[in-house]
């Protein structure tokens, strides 16, 4: 018998919800793991192949630490659970723009590792699946929480709530009395343009400038109705819209960039668009304002009112550490274009925090990424 407690609501199946709760399973706790589409990886995280690599900065920032740490998390998942060639290869990148070089990466299918993940926790016996399942309210009854549907029908009632729904985070989370100003999370759509890689590979690995050019990327878990081997170009990035249609203004931006990049492989990509070759995939990115995830427990908004109105709080600025927070609800969203570099690394973090066990990160990482940051932000303008 799992401890009543352990046990969580996971709302949005990507990288970030298979990999939360993949992680709870492992450490005991029984989940339940909803997504509104048919199926997992139906998001961004369908995304056919995906670049695992590196922020390089010249000084280190919260994102390129943070990066770097998951790249390891990552990689060691990959290892472990997906056969190279059926999800992803090992590679180099290289960088022609700012911060050159050549960095180790990865290319990988976010779904594969999704797969795995849940496949993985399916295997304890914890976890339950549950698709179609769009949920518009978190409503707090009984000391939990309560899922419900558009018509208040309840999905799914567990004491931990997890929120990791990407952009579709925003409207949940917000349902539970938390202000749009403390969510401030955008959708980025993103258009891929790729073709069959036919011949022999244009360059000797993926380049990155504005954009990723992958010349070569044969994965034998692609859908039927991709190829098994293909070359890829994107992506664009478009803030604020939402569509998933598959535009030929967006496969021009992608043929310019990589006209820019590799003039061979804009041939290339010329001549599959010409005969009719061309393919493309478009999904929508969660962005926040800071382009960092948000990652932990959600602040309580009334509790964090009435610690303000405290006469001995006057110059009160709360941190990680003092902020109320509501109980039992988490999140993890707006990886921005970086899921793959930052699922696992965060999850596992996540999951020490809902376990109330010491989160293994440097405080200072752990507070950028803090859900409640810009409650504190907000407090200090409006006290400024
Ligand atoms: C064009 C493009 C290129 C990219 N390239 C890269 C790359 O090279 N490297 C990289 O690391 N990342 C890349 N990304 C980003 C990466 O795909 C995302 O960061 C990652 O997939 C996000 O995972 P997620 O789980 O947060 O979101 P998603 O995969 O979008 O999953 C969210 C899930 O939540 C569900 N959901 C939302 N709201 C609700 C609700 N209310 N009820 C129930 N279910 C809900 C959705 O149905 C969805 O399945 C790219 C993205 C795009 C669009």
């Known amino acids: 018998m799992t401890d009543p407690v352990r046990h969580a609501t996971v709302v949005g199946a990507g990288l970030a919800g298979a990999a939360l709760a ?78 050159p070089g050549v960095w180790p990466a990865a290319l990988v299918r976010p779904g594969a590792l999704v797969a795995a993940w849940i496949a993985a926790a399916q295997g304890t016996g914890r976890l339950t699946t549950r698709w179609h ?57 993103g258009q891929m343009s790729l073709g069959e890689q036919l011949g022999p590979p244009l360059a000797g690995g993926p380049q990155r400038d504005n954009g990723v050019f992958v010349p070569d990327y044969a994965d034998s878990g692609l859908p039927p109705d991709w190829p098994a081997r293909i070359w890829s170009m994107g992506s664009t990035y478009e803030r604020g819209a939402t569509h998933t249609d598959i535009r030929n203004d ?33 999904g929508v990115r969660c962005a926040s304002l800071d382009r960092l995830p948000l990652c932990g427990a959600l602040p309580d908004p009334a509790a964090l009112e009435a610690e303000k109105a405290r006469p001995d709080r006057r110059r009160w600025r709360p941190g990680p550490a003092d902020t109320p927070r509501l109980p039992g609800l988490f999140t993890l969203c707006a990886l921005g274009s970086r899921g793959l570099t930052l699922a696992a690394w965060c999850a596992q973090r996540l999951a020490e925090q809902m376990d109330n066990a010491a989160v293994q990160a440097e405080p200072d990482l752990w507070a950028a990424v803090d859900p409640a940051r810009f409650a504190w932000r907000q407090g200090r303008r409006a006290s400024a």
Not at 161 to 189: D, F, H, K, Y
Not at 254 to 276: I, K, V, Y
């Open 22 to 99: 993949h992680v709870l399973v492992a450490r005991g706790w029984r989940v339940d793991l909803l997504d509104a589409a048919n199926g997992p990886a139906r998001g961004a995280s369908a995304l056919p192949v995906g670049m695992l690599s590196p922020h390089v900065t010249r000084a280190p920032t919260p994102l390129s630490r943070m990066t770097s740490l998951g790249m390891a998390a990552t990689r060691a998942e990959l290892e472990a659970r997906v056969p190279a060639g059926a999800g992803w290869q090992a590679c180099e990148v290289h960088n022609r723009g700012h911060d």
């Open 133 to 189: 399942a769009p949920a518009t309210r978190l409503v707090r009854q009984d000391g939990g929480w309560c899922v419900q549907d558009a018509q208040g029908q309840p999905l799914a009632r567990s004491p931990v709530v997890a929120v990791t729904g990407a952009i579709g985070s925003l409207a949940l989370l917000a349902s539970s009395g938390l202000p749009a100003a403390w969510l401030p999370l955008r959708p980025v759509q």
């Open 250 to 282: 967006a496969h021009h931006k992608n043929l310019q960039s990589l006209r820019a990049l590799h003039p061979a492989g804009a041939d290339a990509f010329e001549q599959a668009m010409t005969e009719g070759r061309l393919l493309g995939w478009a």
